[in-house]
């Protein structure tokens, strides 16, 4: 009964959010300067009949409300508008570039949950020489910002030692996989060190505490005191900032997706904004920003899932 | 529970105080990014008066040209000086988050303190409108604007304010409801102090480190957004300079064996990152010492 509430709870607020991001992704069209329709047509030459059929698409004779809710209508049904520059329907359009943009988060999030918890957990429970170098170059990575990471990874693998593609996404399987990984190191580095960071530190606080010490005056298995009593304590925090990192590097993804050249949602948004295509951006945003709050909101119930004190704790406030 | 308060807030052993103090201030390498950061500064504002070569004097002949007498980093692509370029790219690259974070440093604390001060209904609406906004990455909402209002720094440095002013918020909130709970606030509430003055006189001073270490910490992420935004072309526009956009044009030379204008400008970019990051850190540990 508590989780049943707890999960409804969750879902509500998730699909609050949801509405609230709806609302401020489309009233921004309308924060710019002059009306909404030579917005849209920016810089264009239109003819009669193609502006009318911008002003039909939005709706633009009806009042603002009426606007949103058609256009939330349309998105509800899949129908994310139609590009102004191709003429053609935004889902079309960003098919394919959602599977390549998908991947590349992908990538980057198998890099940062296998790489950051292991060098985390190894610097946790391994204070010496190791730990201190593991932090330091944690602390150094964490100041590399991914499009600078992604051109030094660039110099050396691709340029100079030759073993990676620069640019381009690649076809079938492997050949992607082999074309991601630069652009997933890129993306991943900086969380890759924060992720380790906060593990190691989860570790530390989790391994000095009292009942970690009275298992240990027990005489429990080291192994077991690790597994029982310090991981699965220590995993709370990890998985809160683990998941926001992640969501994370869906806005990390439209620089790198740059960098690299990869045809996904992100290089597609920059481009967007540069030929003026506004539907397009509204869409790619929307896209963005939703995934986000889902992602979030799957968070929350791990969250609940590994310690169920805080089910319990919500009901009583 | 106000027993506990009282037996963990009496006076420690002075071993232990002593040991705490070697780790009080900002220690050897909260000094060394002070001055890392405080030379940056320097050359920026004042490099330009003492290395008067115009950073926009393209000189054909000297494209990818080494270092040589009066040019100690050599050129760029298009035979530009690269050491002028970097000490004038600095400049807006230096600059451009301190509006950031003053933005969101103002409306953060605004928000936190209203919330955590009136609570009830208003904290809730606040604490909502805080979730739905922690759904916009800042770079993305720097995006959006970019795409409203046209590409810049100006647009795009507010919006990211208000990208970053949920964090801010959250926060100052925490701090300021651990520190309103204390007795003192109360003593002050019932000898007739009103809640501004409370917020103020009392409860500012004793959040301002805490507000300090988040302001330094989000100037470091504003840093890095803005030379992001600037890199993918909808920040700062060449031939205006900038480190992010010194990045992205050395990258045609970096293909063709020429990596210094985009290694230079992302080392710049790397160190004044790293030398706020790890202030940013001393900060918050010492907000958390007191």
Same mark, same amino acid.
């Given at each position: 009964?508590?989780?049943?509430?707890?999960?409804?709870?969750?879902?509500?607020?998730?699909?609050?959010?949801?509405?609230?991001?709806?609302?401020?992704?489309?009233?921004?069209?309308?924060?710019?300067?002059?009306?909404?329709?030579?917005?849209?047509?920016?810089?264009?030459?239109?003819?009669?009949?193609?502006?009318?059929?911008?002003?039909?698409?939005?709706?633009?004779?009806?009042?603002?409300?009426?606007?949103?809710?058609?256009?939330?209508?349309?998105?509800?049904?899949?129908?994310?508008?139609?590009?102004?520059?191709?003429?053609?329907?935004?889902?079309?359009?960003?098919?394919?570039?959602?599977?390549?943009?998908?991947?590349?988060?992908?990538?980057?999030?198998?890099?940062?949950?296998?790489?950051?918890?292991?060098?985390?957990?190894?610097?946790?429970?391994?204070?010496?020489?190791?730990?201190?170098?593991?932090?330091?170059?944690?602390?150094?990575?964490?100041?590399?910002?991914?499009?600078?990471?992604?051109?030094?990874?660039?110099?050396?693998?691709?340029?100079?030692?030759?073993?990676?593609?620069?640019?381009?996404?690649?076809?079938?399987?492997?050949?992607?996989?082999?074309?991601?990984?630069?652009?997933?190191?890129?993306?991943?580095?900086?969380?890759?060190?924060?992720?380790?960071?906060?593990?190691?530190?989860?570790?530390?606080?989790?391994?000095?505490?009292?009942?970690?010490?009275?298992?240990?005056?027990?005489?429990?298995?080291?192994?077991?005191?690790?597994?029982?009593?310090?991981?699965?304590?220590?995993?709370?925090?990890?998985?809160?900032?683990?998941?926001?990192?992640?969501?994370?590097?869906?806005?990390?993804?439209?620089?790198?997706?740059?960098?690299?050249?990869?045809?996904?949602?992100?290089?597609?948004?920059?481009?967007?904004?540069?030929?003026?295509?506004?539907?397009?951006?509204?869409?790619?945003?929307?896209?963005?920003?939703?995934?986000?709050?889902?992602?979030?909101?799957?968070?929350?119930?791990?969250?609940?899932?590994?310690?169920?004190?805080?089910?319990?704790?919500?009901?009583?406030? | 529970?106000?027993?506990?308060?009282?037996?963990?807030?009496?006076?420690?052993?002075?071993?232990?105080?002593?040991?705490?103090?070697?780790?009080?201030?900002?220690?050897?390498?909260?000094?060394?990014?002070?001055?890392?950061?405080?030379?940056?500064?320097?050359?920026?504002?004042?490099?330009?008066?003492?290395?008067?070569?115009?950073?926009?004097?393209?000189?054909?002949?000297?494209?990818?040209?080494?270092?040589?007498?009066?040019?100690?980093?050599?050129?760029?692509?298009?035979?530009?000086?690269?050491?002028?370029?970097?000490?004038?790219?600095?400049?807006?690259?230096?600059?451009?988050?301190?509006?950031?974070?003053?933005?969101?440093?103002?409306?953060?604390?605004?928000?936190?303190?209203?919330?955590?001060?009136?609570?009830?209904?208003?904290?809730?609406?606040?604490?909502?409108?805080?979730?739905?906004?922690?759904?916009?990455?800042?770079?993305?909402? %720097?995006? @959006?604007?970019? &795409?409203?209002?046209?590409?810049?720094?100006?647009? #795009?440095? $507010?919006? +990211? =304010?208000?990208?970053?002013?949920?964090?801010?918020?959250?926060?100052?909130?925490?701090?300021?409801?651990?520190?309103?709970?204390?007795?003192?606030?109360?003593?002050?509430?019932?000898?007739?102090?009103?809640?501004?003055?409370?917020?103020?006189?009392?409860?500012?001073?004793?959040? %301002?480190? @805490?507000?300090? &270490?988040?302001?330094?910490?989000?100037?470091?992420? #504003?840093? $890095?957004? +803005? =030379?992001?935004?600037?890199?993918?072309?909808?920040?700062?526009?060449?031939?205006?300079?900038?480190?992010?956009?010194?990045?992205?044009?050395?990258?045609?030379?970096?293909?063709?064996?020429?990596?210094?204008?985009?290694?230079?400008?992302?080392?710049?970019?790397?160190?004044?990152?790293?030398?706020?990051?790890?202030?940013?850190?001393?900060?918050?540990?010492?907000?958390?010492?007191?």
């Amino acid at each position: 009964m508590t989780t049943l509430r707890f999960l409804i709870g969750r879902l509500v607020a998730l699909a609050i959010t949801l509405l609230l991001a709806s609302m401020a992704i489309y009233g921004a069209m309308f924060l710019a300067p002059g009306s909404p329709l030579a917005f849209l047509t920016r810089g264009r030459t239109m003819s009669a009949e193609e502006l009318d059929a911008i002003a039909a698409q939005y709706h633009l004779n009806e009042p603002v409300w009426r606007q949103y809710l058609y256009w939330l209508g349309g998105v509800l049904h899949g129908d994310l508008g139609t590009s102004i520059l191709q003429k053609a329907p935004v889902t079309s359009l960003i098919g394919e570039r959602a599977v390549n943009t998908l991947w590349l988060v992908a990538c980057a999030s198998i890099l940062i949950l296998t790489v950051g918890l292991t060098v985390g957990i190894i610097a946790g429970l391994k204070p010496g020489w190791l730990d201190t170098s593991l932090m330091l170059t944690a602390t150094a990575a964490m100041a590399v910002p991914a499009f600078v990471a992604a051109i030094i990874l660039i110099l050396i693998f691709a340029v100079n030692l030759q073993l990676f593609p620069v640019f381009g996404q690649g076809e079938g399987f492997s050949d992607r996989i082999y074309h991601l990984v630069l652009p997933s190191v890129a993306l991943a580095l900086a969380s890759v060190a924060y992720v380790a960071r906060l593990t190691r530190a989860a570790i530390r606080s989790e391994a000095a505490s009292d009942h970690v010490q009275t298992a240990v005056s027990r005489g429990l298995p080291q192994r077991t005191i690790v597994s029982r009593h310090i991981l699965r304590n220590a995993m709370i925090p990890i998985v809160t900032v683990a998941g926001l990192t992640i969501g994370g590097l869906i806005a990390g993804a439209v620089v790198i997706e740059q960098v690299f050249q990869l045809n996904g949602l992100g290089s597609y948004l920059v481009e967007a904004v540069g030929s003026k295509d506004f539907p397009v951006v509204q869409a790619i945003s929307l896209i963005l920003v939703a995934s986000f709050i889902v992602l979030n909101t799957v968070v929350d119930l791990l969250y609940a899932a590994l310690d169920p004190r805080i089910v319990v704790g919500r009901q009583h406030s | 529970m106000s027993i506990l308060e009282v037996q963990s807030a009496s006076p420690e052993p002075i071993e232990y105080d002593d040991v705490k103090g070697q780790r009080k201030g900002l220690g050897l390498t909260g000094w060394i990014a002070v001055a890392v950061l405080s030379v940056m500064v320097l050359i920026t504002v004042f490099g330009p008066m003492l290395y008067t070569v115009d950073p926009d004097n393209i000189s054909l002949m000297d494209t990818f040209g080494p270092p040589q007498p009066g040019h100690p980093l050599g050129f760029d692509g298009q035979g530009r000086d690269l050491l002028a370029r970097l000490v004038v790219g600095g400049r807006t690259s230096l600059l451009g988050p301190v509006i950031v974070v003053i933005i969101s440093t103002l409306l953060g604390a605004l928000l936190a303190f209203s919330a955590a001060w009136i609570g009830g209904t208003y904290d809730t609406v606040v604490s909502r409108f805080i979730d739905t906004m922690f759904a916009f990455p800042g770079l993305l909402l %720097a995006i @959006i604007a970019v &795409a409203i209002f046209g590409p810049g720094l100006m647009a #795009a440095s $507010i919006a +990211l =304010a208000i990208g970053y002013t949920p964090f801010v918020a959250r926060i100052i909130r925490s701090a300021v409801l651990r520190e309103r709970n204390l007795p003192y606030v109360s003593a002050l509430t019932v000898q007739g102090l009103g809640g501004l003055n409370i917020s103020i006189r009392h409860l500012l001073p004793n959040v %301002a480190g @805490i507000i300090i &270490a988040a302001a330094t910490l989000s100037y470091g992420y #504003a840093l $890095i957004d +803005l =030379a992001a935004l600037s890199f993918i072309g909808l920040g700062v526009q060449p031939p205006q300079s900038d480190w992010g956009v010194m990045v992205a044009e050395g990258i045609p030379g970096l293909l063709s064996g020429y990596p210094q204008e985009s290694l230079y400008a992302g080392l710049c970019i790397i160190i004044a990152v790293g030398a706020v990051n790890l202030l940013g850190d001393r900060f918050a540990a010492m907000a958390e010492e007191e």
